[in-house]
């Protein structure tokens, strides 16, 4: 066996027990919040809000610890695969263990800071986060010319990051939805993104050719999923490449008509299916999500817009806001409350399918014969241009009896559809995430080659070195902690560990984009680079689909309670 490979081995397995060391304090820290947070075998939720810093430091840290252990698992398929067990570290071993390494700190960093708060004594850490071989793990691994080393290969990739190991289906779904964001949507972002533009037909067409919208839909209802298997992976990989052409213009276009086409098909009675499905596939209609309100946003229980029950149907009342393309939108997947009775709270919800003109501007109003109104304002953002969000209000807008989503049986369960609906966008936000990593990285390579400062270019220098090497690494870990988790997905698992990734990956696309901008100096801060819509475009990621501190303290921190007790039983 050869030196290197001797090398590579024992530094994989120095990351796995370092990596192992450190969860075993963050489970520590886990059984502590459980056991101040338990009423009568149960969590309470009251109790869990007194320890909100603690359950949100918690769920990030075992998303960072997630992280890892994927991107550990992924680095040794890597070199698996390659047939070669005797060279020296892969690239993507190098990112994985720069990534074990900086994930360790930084959940030593929390849970060092106050321990007492997470359950930990001064003899638990020394044998955990403070042992002599954690320590030197990542002490050999964050020495600043190991990183730099790391960097200058970086900088010759070309904005790569290593292997995607894909198979050969999502491979050829990842080649042509690149080419198609390279050819169609990079040369209309900007104009896009500067003017405030809706989204144009070319995208539009394009994509409704390529069936990018009957991704999630089973074939049976002309759909491109298999009527018998979930394809999470295919979506994934689609919303990445298009992403990285274009959050707003792109990414998210497949979003709204996944959420409407997993709703239908845990709710929907099989005429709306049939009805529905196939017309969702050809984006006639193109559709939008109404569920938030101005006043209650992940309190879905509270809701306010009221739908009353009239002849041959429902009079819809009330507003949301944030309704993401909804004045191009034929119909939007509408959340209202059907039982006035307020303290029935998620239990008196229904969800409907509220039809309405197509519209292109930034506002829209349409009065029905019987003189139902619906209207619309797009809201001014700052990013995350082209489909546009708005405000929308109904005034006695009616509904036909036909479009309560499940028939009469679906009255009051319309926030169980709603949470089906919503189950794929976390790993979904996820890859949007990592496609607008990949778009900031690969500008900021460019860039870095091309940017002179004092005779040489600045990846040249140490500092760049560094940030080129870190960003990779985050990049990496990103994408292949959200590829394993829709692999689960696939298999009908990692319900938590989707939340997670969303929770990660989100936060490090404000970092990742801050970085970018920064390696472009001043041109970062200007219009016309696009690294600065790319900035703008990842201060979304963390607010929508599950804005980050309900994820973390209602939905990861609860969960690891629950798993816990599972384990400790």
Same mark, same amino acid.
């Given at each position: ?13 120095q990351a ?6 450190? #969860? ?6 886990i &059984?502590s919040?459980? $056991?101040?947070?338990? !009423?009568?075998g149960?969590?309470?939720?009251? &109790?869990?809000?007194d320890?909100?810093? %603690? ?11 997630a992280g890892?252990?994927f !991107? ?5 398929? %890597?070199?698996?695969q390659?047939?070669?067990?005797a ?5 993507e071993?190098?990112?994985a263990?720069?990534f074990?390494? #900086?994930?360790?700190?930084s ?12 359950g ?15 320590q ?8 600043v ?11 010759e /990739?070309? =904005? ?9 289906d ?11 964001a390279n050819?169609?949507?990079m040369?209309l ?5 500067? $003017? ?9 067409d394009?994509?409704t050719?390529?069936g990018c ?5 089973p ?7 298999a ?5 999470n992976?295919?979506m994934?990989? *689609?919303?990445?490449e ?19 086409t ?7 009675? #099989? ?5 529905w499905?196939?017309?969702?596939a ?7 999500v109404?569920v ?6 992940s ?6 817009c ?13 507003a ?12 939007l997947?509408?959340l209202?409350?059907?039982d ?7 239990k008196?919800?229904? /969800?409907?399918?509220?039809e309405?003109?197509s ?12 003189? =139902?109104v619906i209207?619309? &304002? ?5 990013g ?6 708005y405000?929308v209000?109904f005034?006695?807008?009616f %509904?036909?009896?036909?479009n309560?989503?499940?028939g009469?049986?679906?009255e ?8 089906a609906?919503?189950?794929g966008?976390r790993?979904q ?6 496609g607008?990593?990949?778009?900031a990285?690969?500008?900021? %390579? @460019?860039?870095?080659? #091309? ?8 990846? &040249? ?10 960003l990779?690494?985050y ?9 394993? !988790?829709?692999r689960l ?8 560990e989707? @939340?997670? !990734? ?8 404000e ?27 990842a201060?979304?990621l963390?607010?929508?689909?599950? *804005?980050?501190?309900?994820?973390a303290?209602?939905?990861i ?5 629950d798993?816990?007790g599972?384990t400790?039983?």
């Amino acid at each position: 066996m050869s030196e290197e490979l001797i090398q590579a081995e024992q530094l994989m397995q120095q990351a796995r027990r370092s990596l192992a060391a450190t #969860e075993k304090a963050l489970n520590t820290a886990i &059984k502590s919040l459980r $056991e101040h947070t338990l !009423v009568d075998g149960r969590v309470s939720a009251s &109790k869990l809000d007194d320890y909100q810093l %603690v359950s949100y430091d918690t769920a990030l840290s075992a998303a960072e610890a997630a992280g890892a252990w994927f !991107v550990l698992d992924y680095a040794e398929r %890597v070199r698996d695969q390659e047939g070669d067990p005797a060279r020296p570290l892969t690239l993507e071993e190098r990112c994985a263990l720069l990534f074990t390494a #900086e994930a360790i700190e930084s959940i030593r960093a929390r849970l060092e800071l106050r321990p007492q708060d997470y359950g930990l004594t001064r003899e638990m850490l020394a044998k955990t986060l403070d042992s002599e071989s954690l320590q030197a793990f990542c002490s050999e691994q964050l020495a600043v010319e190991r990183m730099a080393q790391l960097g200058r290969a970086i900088s010759e /990739m070309d =904005g790569r990051t290593g292997a995607y190991m894909l198979d050969d289906d999502h491979e050829m779904m990842r080649d042509t939805f690149r080419r198609f964001a390279n050819d169609v949507v990079m040369p209309l972002a900007e104009d896009i993104h500067r $003017e405030d533009l809706i989204i144009p037909d070319e995208i539009l067409d394009g994509l409704t050719e390529l069936g990018c919208f009957g991704l999630s839909i089973p074939e049976r209802f002309g759909g491109l999923q298999a009527d018998d298997q979930e394809d999470n992976m295919g979506m994934i990989v *689609v919303t990445e490449e298009l992403s990285r052409g274009s959050l707003g213009a792109a990414g998210s276009l497949i979003t709204r008509p996944e959420i409407l086409t997993r709703a239908l098909l845990k709710g929907g009675t #099989e005429e709306q299916k049939q009805k529905w499905l196939p017309r969702l596939a050809e984006a006639n209609p193109l559709c939008a999500v109404a569920v938030t309100e101005p006043n209650y946003g992940s309190d879905v229980a509270g809701m306010r817009c009221k739908a009353t029950r009239t002849e041959g149907g429902w009079l819809i009342d009330g507003a949301k806001t944030w309704c993401t393309f909804g004045g191009k939108a034929g119909v939007l997947l509408l959340l209202a409350r059907t039982d006035p009775d307020l303290t029935k709270g998620h239990k008196g919800l229904s /969800m409907f399918l509220v039809e309405k003109p197509s519209s292109d501007g930034h506002e829209f109003k349409h009065q029905q014969e019987s003189g =139902g109104v619906i209207s619309g &304002k797009a809201i001014s953002t700052i990013g995350y241009r082209g489909m546009h969000s708005y405000d929308v209000f109904f005034d006695n807008y009616f %509904v036909p009896d036909e479009n309560l989503l499940g028939g009469p049986g679906g009255e009051g369960r319309g926030f169980y559809f709603t949470m089906a609906g919503f189950a794929g966008g976390r790993i979904q936000t996820a890859a949007r995430a990592v496609g607008l990593m990949q778009a900031a990285f690969e500008r900021a %390579v @460019s860039y870095a080659d #091309e940017r002179q400062v004092f005779g040489n270019s600045i990846n &040249k220098y140490q500092l760049t070195q560094v940030k080129l090497a870190r960003l990779a690494a985050y990049l990496l870990a990103s994408r292949q902690f959200t590829y394993s !988790v829709g692999r689960l997905m696939d298999q009908g698992k990692g319900e938590m560990e989707a @939340s997670m !990734v969303k929770f990660f990956t989100c936060k490090t696309a404000e970092w990742v984009t801050r970085e970018a901008q920064q390696i472009h100096g001043g041109m970062g801060y200007a219009e016309e680079m696009p690294v600065s819509r790319y900035f703008l475009d990842a201060r979304v990621l963390s607010i929508f689909e599950g *804005v980050e501190e309900i994820l973390a303290l209602k939905v990861i921190a609860r969960a690891l309670i629950d798993r816990a007790g599972e384990t400790s039983t």
